[in-house]
């Protein structure tokens, strides 16, 4: 497959370390240092749902292509406002869409995981161009009173058209269940009948668990994936990684042994918008005209569940 189009669209409220001070035992002096984060787009009076489709519709006109034009759309999204019907139709809907539709919930690697299925249905010949959409607001999912969680995330939408060509080298995706490791619990509606006991718990998350899985994962992903695709990692333009956490992101490039400027970033400014991390990140460098044909991009993800995926992308 090949890609056609990006976009992204961010929420308009930036909120910086100096504001979380505010509220929280917390400031430049303690979240630069772990994370590599300043400022983060959070909702305020926006609908995810059309911070999704303005990523999409930029996506499209970056390909040049209609609504008419797409087969499939593939929405990448762990929680939103609808329990039903999927964000995907509510997406749908906004942009005119009468084609397939569906939602993925694998957290931070989900946009990967979008790619993969996509390709399958290039390959089956089920699709033309596929329109992937990563909408997340993981701000709603933690407690703002933990600054263990609460200052690494930002909210955000990236979208990506593809169709169809030989320009995917390789893709691998695997797990390691852990589900304790990053987990949110929420209540739902009661019955009559229910007697079990259930939790309501915020995010939680295992960091020296979650920090040493994603170090370790990524790199051995990357190595795996030029493998099989025979590309050495010299020949890598750019390793698009997911901003979780910049001392993640150093601590793969450093094991990998490449220079800092293959692995372009924005956490500082974004902070980690989980699935919409690589498709975001993908869009700016784009419009930044950083990337020219031919140059050769391996993405990296990992999260919950645990999950990580892998790709190489041919420009």
């Known amino acids: 497959m090949k890609l056609l189009g990006t976009g992204s669209s961010l929420p308009h409220l930036q909120v910086s370390n100096s504001d979380l001070a505010k509220f929280l035992d917390t400031g430049d002096e303690w979240i630069v240092p772990r994370t590599g984060i300043r400022t983060r787009h959070v ?3 926006e609908n995810l749902e059309d911070l999704a489709a303005d990523a999409a519709k930029k996506a499209l006109e970056d390909a040049g292509l209609n609504v008419s ?13 609808y329990v039903t019907p999927s964000l995907s139709c509510v997406l749908a809907y906004k942009l005119g869409l009468a084609c397939p539709c569906f939602d993925i919930n694998c957290a931070c690697p989900g946009f990967i995981y979008a790619m993969d299925m996509a390709d399958s249905y290039f ?5 033309g161009n596929v329109l992937i959409v990563c909408a997340e607001e993981p701000t709603r999912m933690v407690d703002w009173k933990d600054r263990s969680t609460c200052v690494l995330f930002g909210d955000g939408a990236g979208a990506a058209v ?4 030989d320009n995917l080298k390789g893709i691998r995706l695997s797990s390691e269940p852990a589900p304790d490791k990053i987990c949110e619990y929420r209540k739902l509606l009661p019955t009559p009948y229910i007697s079990k006991e ?3 718990v915020p995010m939680l998350m295992k960091g020296k668990d979650v920090f040493r899985f994603a170090v370790t994962t990524s790199v051995r992903d990357i190595h795996g994936i030029l493998d099989e695709a025979g590309i050495s990692i010299e020949d890598v333009d750019y390793f698009m990684i997911h901003q979780a956490n910049l001392r993640i992101i150093d601590g793969i490039r450093e094991r990998l042994g490449v220079t800092e400027e293959k692995f372009p ?3 500082a400014d974004h902070g980690n918008s989980s699935s919409a991390s690589c498709p975001i990140l993908l869009d700016e460098c784009r419009r930044k005209g950083m990337f020219k ?13 645990l999950l990580s995926a892998s790709a190489v992308l041919m420009c």
């Not at 390959?123 to 699709?127: E, I, L, M, Q, T």
């Not at 593809?162 to 060509?165: Q, T």
């Not at 044909?293 to 569940?305: H, N, P, T, Y």
Request: charged residues 25%.
């Open 43 to 45: 909702i305020s009076d």
């Open 293 to 305: 044909e031919g140059d050769i991009l391996v993405f990296s993800a990992f999260g919950a569940g």
């Open 265 to 267: 970033v924005n956490i």
């Open 123 to 127: 390959r089956s010949g089920k699709a």
């Open 198 to 200: 259930e939790n309501e």
């Open 69 to 81: 034009d797409i087969d499939l759309l593939i929405c990448s999204n762990v929680v939103n406002e």
């Open 162 to 165: 593809f169709g169809k060509g």
